[in-house]
């Protein structure tokens, strides 16, 4: 049997859960996202939201996507409204977001030289390598920038 495709999973597999990245994502990232874009009154009241439909869907954008669905956003602000079947809860904003708000340098930097090497080595085979999330796409394809391979 020749094996054609190899996927990996980007979020804690590409990278080690240890640097504190993921859980910057999954308070920080997510909660100031909240606050600053859905107004919320606080991160605290943010975060406890987010961790609720987190444990239901594991993905925050689908989580926030189902608070919106169910009434759960907080009000609108005075004068703010939205147009008829206008959503609050873009996904595309909130990967916007972390594209360009995270703090990426927890990351550390490109992977290791043996790893960097293993991604060459393959990539110059007839191996097609798939980097699978979960998370948005201008994120994911910034994690895979900073640690190099993109």
């Known amino acids: 049997m020749t094996i054609t495709t190899i996927i990996f999973d980007v979020d804690d597999c590409l990278y080690d859960v ?39 869907y594991h993905s925050t954008a689908k ?11 907080p009000p609108l602000p005075d004068g703010v409204s939205l147009q008829p079947g206008e959503k609050r809860f873009d996904p595309n904003e909130l990967d916007k ?8 340098s927890m990351l550390g930097g490109s992977l290791d030289q ?6 060459e080595s393959l990539s110059r085979s007839s191996t097609q390598i798939v980097g699978f999330s979960n998370g948005p796409r201008l994120y994911v394809e ?3 920038k900073e640690i190099g391979l993109a």
Do not use: C, I
């Open 114 to 119: 043996r790893s960097l090497d293993t991604f």
């Open 63 to 73: 989580g926030l996507s189902a608070a919106e669905e169910d009434g759960r956003l």
């Open 97 to 104: 977001y972390w594209a360009t708000n995270l703090d990426f």
């Open 142 to 144: 910034r994690v895979l």
């Open 18 to 56: 240890g640097t504190g990245f993921t859980a910057h994502r999954n308070t920080d990232g997510a909660t100031e996202f909240m606050v600053d874009n859905l107004h919320f009154p606080s991160k605290e009241a943010a975060q406890q939201l987010r961790d609720e439909y987190f444990l239901k």
